[in-house]
Structure formats: structure tokens, C-alpha cells
Nanobody, 128 residues
Framework: QGQLVESGGGLVQAGDSLRLSCATS????????MGWFRQAPGKEREFVAA????????????YYADSVKGRFTISRDGAENTIYLQISSLKPEDTAIYYC?????????????????WGQGTQVTVSS
């Protein structure tokens, strides 16, 4: 039980904004850490952002890669356990497949072995 499904990617121009969504099924991820990774052509997988929350649904912590701080915002809809990634001022170097991911801790999510759960990915392409 449990599945991650990303959506919201597309072809956009530099300077545009985009919101990616990651929908979950079942209760598998209700107590998990969730986040986003991306992989550009010819590049290794890169951590982007992660989020944790309390029993009340209040956000307890967010994590961002230095390369995206100030432009990317991760958030969560607790009612449906949906994770979002709001991206502003898109740059050509943001072009990548963006993957939703989940694991039991932030350490496990960002470990060398990678997250335990992955979505199928959504393509973001930014033209200049």
C-alpha cells in the first residue's frame, strides 16, 4: 500500500513559475519525511527539498539545497498528504526530471542509498 504520483511539469520559459504536485495513496506516508529530487540530462540525482510535519499538520522543518534556496518552496496539504514544490524565476539549469520521494527520516531520504519510495517523475524543461 502506498504510491507517489507527480504532476505539474511542462515546457516553460526562463522567469516563469511552476508548481509541482505529489499525490499519495493509502496511509503509508502519513508519518514519513517527504521531498523532491531532480536529475538533469547527464547529471547525477540531486536533492532539492524536503519537509516534516507534526501531529497537527503544522510544518516542523523544511530543507533546501543551496542551489534552490530563495526560489523553491516546499509545502504540504495534510488533508490529502499532498506535497507541493513551488518554483519561481525558473532558469534553464532547472531543466530536469523532478521526482517525489519519501522515507522514514531526513537522514534516510538524503542518504547515499537514496529514498525508499519514488514517484515516476515529471519533466520540467526551461527555455531561454
Amino acid at each position: 500500500q502506498g504510491q507517489l504520483v507527480e504532476s505539474g511539469g511542462g515546457l516553460v520559459q526562463a522567469g516563469d513559475s511552476l508548481r509541482l504536485s505529489c499525490a499519495t495513496s493509502g496511509r503509508t506516508f502519513s508519518r514519513y519525511v517527504m521531498g523532491w529530487f531532480r536529475q538533469a540530462p547527464g547529471k547525477e540525482r540531486e536533492f532539492v527539498a524536503a519537509i516534516t510535519w507534526s501531529w497537527s499538520g503544522a510544518i516542523t522543518n523544511t530543507y533546501y539545497a543551496d542551489s534552490v534556496k530563495g526560489r523553491f518552496t516546499i509545502s504540504r496539504d495534510g488533508a490529502e498528504n499532498t506535497i507541493y514544490l513551488q518554483i519561481s524565476s525558473l532558469k534553464p539549469e532547472d531543466t530536469a526530471i523532478y521526482y517525489c520521494a519519501a522515507d522514514q527520516s531526513i537522514e534516510a531520504l538524503k542518504s547515499r542509498s537514496g529514498p525508499n519510495y519514488w514517484g515516476q517523475g515529471t519533466q520540467v524543461t526551461v527555455s531561454s
